[in-house]
Every structure is written in structure tokens, then in C-alpha cells.
């Protein structure tokens, strides 16, 4: 069965302060895997899809990379406004078009 | 571009009570997905519509959740009767991913429905 598993579920970092969020996965061939960024009451905003291992990809601070298991998101140099929750979520190759699987997300919170 | 609406985004009912929520997606997106997401989780999927067909509901509780998708643009989700671990948001979103358009297109997200069964 599927499995994305997201570690930590929570980080506390102070503004300029990098870190990575990881992304662990398994799935029955990997057709792509995306990261979401989710506000609180809001909907789940798209940020990268990455398609194969090795492929990275920047957004600002934001650095998306892949291996055959698993994805890290890096946050280089932090401000308050990147606080938020990070979703990774996979389409399996066997999947109907679209159909994501998401982790838990890991919930980011920048003070300043 | 607009993006996706939802309609309504709060609503509070008793349990074995019905509800029905709404959603007009982006413009031109051929498919159409209904997300549950529960507090402190990721989403997960519980209906995809290709047009006003259905393409996957294998995680859908049938026996007190609907949806249709009429006309191919605009889409319901109903519960009937709602149980207490229905609260939870529910998120439509919609993507141009289906035939004639790339297969990871991204989903586009609404705001979603905040529902608490009392």
C-alpha cells in the first residue's frame, strides 16, 4: 500500500534559521511527487512537483529535492511569512490522473 | 485567473442531520476531486470526476455520501446522515490533468468547508 510519512510533525525556527522538512515515501512507481504549502483556513497552495531522483527544484527560499525514497524541502534563511504547514503528497503510476496521497504535513512556525 | 469556490465555508450540524456542499472549479479543468481533510492531517481523497464521470470513489463512504458532478463544471458532495467523525474540512479542487492535458498537472485548491457534527 502507498505510504508517505512526513517528519518532524512540527518546527519552531527563528527567522534566518535554515532547515529541511522530510518526505519519505512508498509507493508502486512514482509518477510525480508535490509539495504543497497550507495556510491556516485556507486550501493547500501548489509549490514544486519533482519527477525523478536527483531533480531539484527553488521557489525563494524554498529548495525541493528527490531521491527514490524520499524528499527533503529546504527553507534557507527563514522569514515569518514562510510559517505555515508543508504537505508532500505522491501520484502513483497506477493512480487515475491527478489522485494524490498526502502525508500528515510537517506545521512550520518562523518567529521573528 | 479565479480560482476554485466554495460555498459555504462554515457550517455546524447535528448528528443523522444532512448537509450539502458546493464547489465551481477553475475554468476550463476537466477534473474535478472532492478532498476530506481531518484536523491534523493531509487530505484525503474521496471522489474524482473526469468531466461529469466518475473516475475513482473506492475511498467514498457510499452508504451516507454522494456526489455529482453535473454538466461537467460545477459539483455537490452530500452527507446523509452526518456522524460525529464527519467533522472534518472538505476540499474540492480541480486540475486540467485527463486526456488532452498533462497527466501531474496540479491540483488547484479551494478555501474548502469546515463541518462539525454535534
Known amino acids: 500500500e502507498d505510504q508517505v510519512t512526513q517528519s518532524p510533525e512540527a518546527l519552531r525556527l527563528q527567522e534566518g534559521e535554515s532547515s529541511s522538512l522530510n518526505c519519505s515515501y512508498t509507493v508502486s512507481g512514482l509518477r510525480g511527487l508535490f509539495w504543497y504549502r497550507q495556510d491556516p483556513g485556507k486550501g493547500p497552495e501548489f509549490l514544486f512537483t519533482?519527477?525523478?531522483a536527483g531533480e531539484e527544484k527553488e521557489k525563494e527560499r524554498l529548495k525541493a529535492t528527490l531521491t527514490k525514497k524520499e524528499s527533503f524541502l529546504h527553507i534557507t534563511a527563514p522569514k515569518p511569512e514562510d510559517s505555515a504547514t508543508y504537505l508532500c503528497?505522491?501520484?502513483?503510476?497506477?493512480?487515475?490522473?491527478?489522485?494524490?496521497?498526502f502525508g500528515a504535513g510537517t506545521q512550520v512556525v518562523v518567529t521573528p | 485567473e479565479a480560482g476554485v469556490a466554495q460555498s459555504p465555508r462554515y457550517k455546524i450540524i447535528e448528528k443523522r442531520q444532512s448537509v450539502a456542499f458546493w464547489c465551481n472549479p477553475i475554468s476550463g479543468h476537466a477534473t474535478l476531486y472532492w478532498y476530506q481533510q481531518i484536523l491534523g492531517q493531509g487530505p484525503k481523497l474521496l471522489i474524482q470526476f473526469q468531466n461529469n464521470g466518475v473516475v475513482d470513489d473506492s475511498q467514498l463512504p457510499k452508504d451516507r455520501f454522494s456526489a455529482e458532478r453535473l454538466k461537467g463544471v460545477d459539483s455537490t458532495l452530500k452527507i446523509q446522515p452526518a456522524k460525529l467523525e464527519d467533522s472534518a474540512v472538505y476540499l474540492c479542487a480541480s486540475s486540467s490533468a485527463g486526456p488532452g492535458g498533462s497527466y501531474n498537472s496540479p491540483l488547484h485548491f479551494g478555501n474548502g468547508t469546515r463541518l462539525t457534527v454535534t
Open positions: 519533482l519527477y525523478s
Open positions: 503528497a505522491v501520484q502513483a503510476s497506477g493512480g487515475s490522473w491527478g489522485k494524490l496521497q
